[in-house]
C-alpha cells in the first residue's frame, strides 16, 4: 500500500546542531508540506514544494530548509537547531487541490 | 492574513449526543473546506471534505457549510467514546496556491460514556 514515512520518529539534539528530518511518500504525490505542530498554535506551514526542484516559504521557514530532488522525498533541515524548534513535525502530500495524507510526525527535543 | 477560526473547547458530550463542532475563515473566496481528526500523539486523518453549500453526509458525520457566513460545521451524531480527538478544520482560500491549507488550532472532543 501507497504511504508516506517520516524518520525519526524522536530526536533528541543540541542547540547548534544540524538536525535533518526526512519524509518520503510513494503515492508518487506532486505536492509536499511540513508542519510543525505546538499547543496553543495548532498546524502551521514551514516550507512546501509542488514537484521536483520546487520549494516554497510558508509562515514559519526561519532557521528550515528544504529541497526537492525527486518525487518522493521533501528532507527538512534545521540549520542550526535553536530551542525555540522543539516540537512535533508532520510531513504531508497531496496529489491536487484536496486531501492532505499526513505522516505519523517526528517528535524533535532541542536541548 | 487568512485565518480559520475554531472553538478551542474542550467539547464534553455523553455518548449517543450530537457533538456539534464549528469553524469560521476569514477568506470570503475561500474554495474547499475539510474536517480532520487527531487522536492524541497521532497524526491528522482525514474525515470529511465539503466544496459547495449545504450539507453532506458520510455515516454519522456530516458537514455543513455555508459561505455566506463564512462558517463550517462538522456534526457527529451517536458520538462514541472513539470519536474523542481534536478536531481541525482546514480551509484552502482562493488565491491560494494549489494545495495549501490553513489550518484552524482544533477543538478538543471529549465523549464521556
Known amino acids: 500500500d501507497a504511504e508516506i514515512t517520516q524518520s525519526p520518529r524522536h530526536k533528541i539534539t543540541e542547540t547548534g546542531r544540524q538536525v535533518t528530518l526526512a519524509c518520503h511518500q510513494t503515492?508518487?504525490?506532486?505536492?509536499m508540506f511540513w508542519y510543525r505542530q505546538d499547543l496553543g498554535h495548532g498546524l502551521r506551514l514551514i516550507h512546501y514544494?509542488?514537484?521536483?526542484?520546487?520549494?516554497n516559504k510558508g509562515e514559519v521557514s526561519d532557521g528550515y530548509s528544504v529541497s526537492r530532488s525527486n518525487t518522493e522525498d521533501l528532507p527538512l533541515t534545521l540549520e542550526s537547531a535553536a530551542s525555540s524548534q522543539t516540537s512535533v513535525y508532520f510531513c504531508?502530500?497531496?496529489?491536487?487541490?484536496?486531501?492532505?495524507?499526513f505522516g505519523p510526525g517526528t517528535r524533535l527535543t532541542v536541548l | 492574513q487568512k485565518e480559520v477560526e475554531q472553538n478551542s473547547g474542550p467539547l464534553s458530550v455523553p455518548e449517543g449526543a450530537i457533538a456539534s463542532l464549528n469553524c469560521t475563515y476569514s477568506?470570503?473566496?475561500?474554495?474547499?473546506f475539510f474536517w480532520y481528526r487527531q487522536y492524541s500523539g497521532k497524526s491528522p486523518e482525514l474525515i470529511m471534505s465539503?466544496?459547495?453549500?449545504g450539507d453532506k453526509e458520510d455515516g454519522r458525520f456530516t458537514a455543513q457549510l455555508n459561505k455566506a457566513s463564512q462558517y463550517v460545521s462538522l456534526l457527529i451524531r451517536d458520538s462514541q467514546p472513539s470519536d474523542s480527538a481534536t478536531y481541525l478544520c482546514?480551509?484552502?482560500?482562493?488565491?491560494?496556491?494549489?494545495?495549501?491549507?490553513?489550518f484552524g488550532r482544533g477543538t478538543q472532543l471529549t465523549v464521556w460514556p
Open positions: 504531508a502530500s497531496s496529489e491536487s487541490m484536496d486531501t492532505q495524507y
Open positions: 503515492w508518487n504525490h506532486n505536492n
Open positions: 514544494s509542488y514537484g521536483v526542484h520546487d520549494t
Open positions: 477568506d470570503r473566496g475561500s474554495q474547499s
Open positions: 465539503i466544496y459547495s453549500n
Open positions: 482546514a480551509v484552502n482560500p482562493r488565491g491560494s496556491t494549489l494545495g495549501r491549507l490553513y
